[in-house]
């Protein structure tokens, strides 16, 4: 005859195996899924600690689940489901926060985490406040400003050497037709890195002033010149000739007021800084030419040695 408590020790082991337990209030649950399962670890958030605004960024969220968790990330209250996040900031604020929620698939036990992150924002709109542009042989300040949070480092480029320890001024003094012929500023963000720049032009000359043109101009022929300087920005250039003043880097000249044949006249021609105001001058001396291609004045030199001769010929040959 089977022994009751041997019966009795059969059916609890295989209740237990089974998984089926009886509770104090007479409901089975069923504990063979849960076996393994655990609550998710604290969540991770991956990614920069601050963002800029206009530059895209990214975030990952990670933890240990088992089974794999669910994940939802988002950005100050606004989460999708998903653990990765890629946005960019449109809009200046302090600062933002990134909040990651890992949710186990079957005890729906969930583990949250928040990442605060610094918003930067710049540099930009870089510029420099000061003269137009640099005039050589005189001092003179800049200020440079630029949009930057929280804040900007600012170096000072004139030409090709970088200048320190100047901030977002500086004072100086450029030589004369110097080769440093560009004043840059540069604004650094002092948490990022990124910069930007914003440069000036050096104003120099007019230096090497020349006229290049024919020396012999026909009466009633039109002849071209033209006038070159060393001259930055662009030089205005005046001409004056016979009593007229002309403008333009380029002179269209007709010999036809000059009254005396053997004579040379004189062009010249004017170059001035249109910032700086500094002007220089060339000339150059023009002569009529004949219809055999001489000057006139040399024509009525030859004609008068020729007489000069057959004179002394005629003088000779009488004797």
């Known amino acids: 005859m089977e022994n009751p408590h041997t019966r009795l020790g059969l059916s609890l082991l295989l209740a237990f195996l089974t998984g089926a337990v009886a509770t104090r209030g007479g409901e089975i649950s069923d504990r063979a899924e849960g076996v393994g399962s655990h609550a998710p670890s604290k969540p991770t958030i991956f990614g920069p600690d601050f963002v800029t605004v206009g530059v895209p960024c990214s975030y990952v969220c990670l933890a240990e689940c088992s089974p794999p968790c669910n994940f939802t990330l988002g950005v100050d209250g606004k989460s999708s489901p998903g653990n990765e996040l890629s946005f960019t900031v449109r809009q200046w604020v302090e600062s933002m926060t990134i909040e990651c929620t890992a949710r186990d698939t079957v005890s729906k036990d969930a583990s949250v985490t928040a990442k605060t992150v610094q918003v930067l924002a710049g540099p930009a709109n870089v510029s420099i406040n000061g003269p137009e542009l640099v005039v050589p042989g005189s001092k003179q300040s800049f200020l440079c400003y630029a949009s930057c949070r929280p804040s900007c480092n600012f170096t000072w480029r004139f030409g090709s050497r970088w200048l320190g320890g100047h901030g977002n001024e500086i004072s100086i003094t450029a030589k004369k037709l110097a ?29 090497d002033v020349t006229i290049k043109g024919p020396d012999y101009v026909r009466p009633g022929k039109e002849a071209t010149f033209w006038c070159y300087a060393e001259c930055s920005p662009s030089c205005a250039y005046l001409w004056f000739v016979d009593g007229h003043t002309m403008e333009g880097q380029r002179l269209s000249y007709m010999a036809i007021t000059i009254s005396d044949r053997t004579k040379s006249d004189t062009i010249l021609c004017e170059a001035q800084n249109i910032v700086s ?34 004179l002394t010929l005629v003088s000779v040959i009488l004797l």
Do not use: D, H, W
């Open 179 to 207: 080769k440093e012929r560009t004043l840059t500023c540069k604004a650094i963000n002092s948490v990022s890195g990124l910069y930007a720049m914003a440069s000036l032009n050096v104003a120099y000359g007019p230096s």
């Open 277 to 310: 105001g500094q002007a220089k001058s060339a000339t150059k001396a023009v002569s009529l030419e004949g219809p055999y291609g001489r000057s006139m004045a040399t024509r009525a030199e030859l004609t008068l040695g020729l007489l000069l001769f057959a």
